[in-house]
């Protein structure tokens, strides 16, 4: 392993604003808002706030997933929340997380206007919300999938903030870092990959929030979809992982869920706001349109 120069930490470590990276813009050691900014309000009871990353993507999937299932009362409007631009530490994003991280959900049709933060929590107060969708009726069976989706929420942060981070967007490459966060994300994968042997999906034959929230990180990470790095993690060798990440994916509502605030790649996969299903036809297309004039 090549050795770096030693680091000695300080006494009292201190906050220096350019320190590299690609978020480093955005990175603070301290909580609250940065500047007054309301949230824009759309027409239904379900207001997202949110962006098309692997978190994001979970609850835009779940509410598909709820319209597909004939759950009316889940449309809802997803608003666009650009975090390079610092958009979630605006007064009104910090009024509904105060940890100023995507996705957030306001809930207009309670008698109190409920807020909901944390991807896992916003994918359990929905499934409950609708009479327990996409959650097991058996009491071990539920324990089953809670036990998933909190290993999700547990897990993900070495995947992302461990592995994602010291691979793809650090300033430079740090060899002892991107080892210790590959063997932990091949363990990962090796867990998931052991438990889906003879499983269709992460609970049994039954479809669940647990698929929801696994799937677009290491879905996405199986299928090169983040970070580039199949080839690296050699992620081939995680045949399980590979069909049951095929199968969700071929999912129309998840197509649908992974196009909800997303605002980079193809045009046609792209819909920075959603306010009614119509917007899948016509806001994209709109869009291709325009970049042919």
């Known amino acids: 392993m090549s050795k770096l120069p030693d680091y000695t930490p300080p006494k009292v470590w201190k906050w220096e604003n350019e320190n590299g990276g690609q978020f480093a813009n955005i990175n603070r050691p301290i909580a609250g808002p940065t500047h007054e900014k309301e949230l824009p309000r759309g027409k239904h009871p379900l207001q997202l706030y949110s962006l098309a990353t692997p978190n994001g993507v979970k609850v835009t999937v779940m509410l598909e997933e709820l319209l597909a299932a004939g759950y009316s009362e889940a449309e809802y409007d997803a608003w666009l929340i650009t975090i390079r631009e610092g958009e979630q530490f605006g007064s009104g994003f910090v009024g509904i997380n105060p940890n100023s991280k995507i996705p957030a959900l306001m809930d207009y049709s309670t008698a109190k206007p409920t807020r909901v933060f ?168 709109d869009k291709l349109e325009s970049q042919k004039d």
């Open 118 to 285: 944390e991807s896992g929590s916003i994918l359990l107060y929905l499934a409950e919300k609708f009479g327990g969708a996409f959650l097991p009726n058996d009491p071990a069976d539920r324990a089953e999938c809670l036990s998933w989706l909190f290993w999700q929420m547990g897990s993900a942060p070495y995947l992302g903030g461990g592995f994602g981070h010291f691979y793809a967007y650090a300033p430079f490459k740090i060899e002892y870092c991107i080892d210790r966060f590959t063997m932990e994300t091949k363990r990962q994968l090796d867990v998931l990959n052991r438990h889906l042997e003879n499983k269709k999906f992460m609970c049994g034959d039954e479809y669940t929030i647990a698929d929801m929230a696994i799937w677009p990180w290491y879905g996405a990470a199986v299928s090169n979809s983040i970070y580039e790095a199949a080839e690296f993690l050699d992620a081939k060798i995680y045949t399980n992982v590979i069909r049951w990440a095929g199968e969700i994916a071929d999912r129309p509502q998840v197509k649908r869920g992974r196009m909800v605030n997303r605002a980079t790649g193809p045009l046609e996969k792209q819909l920075r706001e959603r306010h009614d299903a119509s917007d899948f036809e016509t806001k994209t297309q």
